[in-house]
C-alpha cells in the first residue's frame, strides 16, 4: 500500500503515529473487503475554510464537511490499484471528536475508514445503502479494536 500526504492545514501536528493511524485504517477496509493492499491512495490533511471551497466547487454544497473522497472513475492500473484522493479536515476532526466524546485519533480513523468505503463505491443517500455503509464502518473500526 502506498499512501501519499499533503499537510495544508495548521490545526494538528501530523505525526508518524497520525501516518500509522490512517494507514492501520485504511488496511483494515481492505481486510473487511477482502481486497489486497496494492492499492494508492492519497490523502490531504485541510483546513476548514480550503474543504468548504472544495465541497462547494466540487459537490455544490457552499459549506464545510468533515471529509470528502474523490474516487478514481477508472479502474487505473500501473503497478497497483490507485483508489483516490481522501481530504481530511482536521478542524472537524477535533470538534466531532469532541462533541461525541472519543479521541481525535478515533474520528480521524473513523473518517478515514468512512472515506475509504466511499473511494470503492459505497454510499449512504438511500437508508440501504446507508445500512450497508454504516455495517462496513463497524466491521472495520472492530477490526482496528478502536470502540467509541
Do not use: C, W
Not at 501536528?13 to 497520525?18: A, N
Not at 480521524?108 to 443517500?125: A, E, F, K, P, R
Amino acid at each position: 500500500m502506498e499512501v501519499y500526504y499533503d499537510d495544508r492545514q495548521d490545526d494538528i501536528e501530523i505525526t508518524d503515529e497520525i501516518k500509522s493511524l490512517v494507514e492501520k485504517s485504511i488496511a483494515s477496509v481492505l481486510k473487511v473487503e477482502g481486497l489486497d493492499d496494492e492499492v494508492e491512495v492519497s490523502v490531504s490533511f485541510v483546513g476548514d475554510e480550503e474543504i468548504k471551497n472544495l465541497n462547494r466547487d466540487y459537490r455544490g454544497v457552499d459549506r464545510s464537511t468533515d471529509v470528502l473522497s474523490f474516487p478514481m472513475d477508472d479502474e487505473f492500473i500501473i503497478d497497483k490499484r490507485i483508489l483516490g484522493d481522501v481530504i481530511i479536515n482536521t478542524r472537524r476532526v477535533m470538534e466531532q471528536a469532541e462533541e461525541l466524546g472519543h479521541s481525535h485519533e478515533r474520528e480521524l480513523s473513523y473518517l478515514t475508514v468512512h472515506s475509504i468505503l466511499h473511494l470503492l463505491g459505497y454510499d449512504h443517500m438511500e437508508d440501504e445503502d446507508k445500512r450497508e455503509m454504516r455495517e462496513r464502518e463497524k466491521l472495520s473500526m472492530k477490526e482496528l479494536e478502536i470502540y467509541r
